[in-house]
């Protein structure tokens, strides 16, 4: 299959080099042009995934009309910021009948909308559009560990055909077709990565951790739910799944972003260190403003957003969710 891949960060590298190594062709392509023609002469993404070369079948290219040439699936694999214009130039290229599987994670600033809808919203004619989400970190996917994550459309019979056509001992696929599911589990996992990452740096133990990660959950199946979701999609790959390894993981980037600001950095300071895009931050609020839409009671949500306001410090974040009334699980 020729994918086409949009974003050039350490996932997008990192699915490149992944579907290239199991017999795909695969162009990779990001706006930034200098950027591209360094990877094209290095063969290796030193920015963002160093270590890792790209297989002979990936093509690097600065033209995105050149990497979009006989394409069969575009992954877009940009911050959700970029995604929106990443859609319209799909549109814009005359390819927005392409089959589009989005990988980032979050809701879109400002609308409120999950990645699939955005897309939906920029190419209202493709009836072939889903996400990929689950439990999956760059770094070990490029260097061929196993992983499991979910491939998610309201097309059913598409992404059948897509999981069976993609799937590898390596990167296991399943098949959903709760893609509201899906892409809520992947959105709000990373804003509950930050909370457990604060509480690991301000050393409160594993006991809260356990109940950082167990009430978070909660709190993404309450949303997950009234924003029309399936409740067991939460106990997979895309809500349990995804939510343990980014509370967890030593490679979780917003998890680093709560044991940043436990340490009592400043969060521009925190996203400097790291270099990369935490999608927990910016999402924050729009889950905030959503669980507000639909009633839906996210106190993790809300002191996180207190802290990020500088309303809260650290410690009282944490405090503050011990000392909420009692009450029925």
């Not at 079948?57 to 995105?64: D, F, I, K, P």
């Not at 296991?172 to 804003?191: H, P, Q, T, W």
């Not at 809260?208 to 739910?225: N, P, S």
């Amino acid at each position: 299959m020729k994918i086409t891949v949009m974003g050039a960060g350490s996932w997008g590298t990192a699915l490149a080099i992944h579907f290239a190594q199991h017999g795909n062709e695969v162009a990779i392509w990001a706006r930034n042009a200098g950027h591209m023609q360094t990877l094209a002469q290095e063969r290796e993404n030193k920015r963002y995934l160093p270590g890792f070369a790209l297989p002979q079948g990936v093509a690097v290219h600065t033209e995105l009309a050149d990497a979009l040439q006989g394409a069969e699936l575009v992954l877009i694999v940009t911050s959700v910021a970029g995604l929106r214009d990443s859609a319209q130039l799909l549109a814009e290229h005359g390819v927005g009948h392409l089959p589009v599987l989005t990988a980032c994670k979050g809701f879109e600033q400002d609308s409120g909308l999950l990645t699939f809808q955005v897309v939906k919203e920029v190419l209202p004619e493709n009836d072939k559009i889903g996400v990929l989400s689950g439990p999956s970190f760059a770094q070990e996917l490029a260097q061929q560990l196993p992983c499991a994550v979910v491939l998610a459309s309201e097309n059913k019979a598409w992404i059948e055909s897509l999981v069976a056509d993609l799937n590898t001992q390596v990167m296991r696929l399943y098949g959903s077709e709760d893609v509201i599911g899906v892409a809520v589990g992947g959105a709000v996992k990373n804003v509950m990565a930050i909370a457990t990452g604060l509480s690991d740096g301000l050393e409160y133990g594993l006991n809260a951790r356990a109940a950082l990660v167990t009430r978070g959950l909660a709190e993404i199946t309450r949303l997950a739910i009234a924003m029309g979701a399936k409740p067991k999609t939460m106990m997979g790959l895309a809500g349990i799944g995804d939510l343990i390894l980014t509370c967890t993981g030593a490679l979780s980037r917003n998890r680093r972003v709560g044991l940043g600001l436990a340490e009592g950095k400043e969060l521009h300071h925190v996203l400097k260190e790291i270099g990369h895009v935490s999608e927990g931050v910016s999402t924050i609020e729009e889950v905030f403003n959503t669980a507000c839409k639909y009633q839906i009671d996210m106190p993790i949500t809300q002191t996180l957003l207190q802290l990020i306001r500088k309303e809260l410090t650290a410690q009282q974040v944490v405090e503050r969710l011990m000392e909420r009334e009692a009450r029925f699980e």
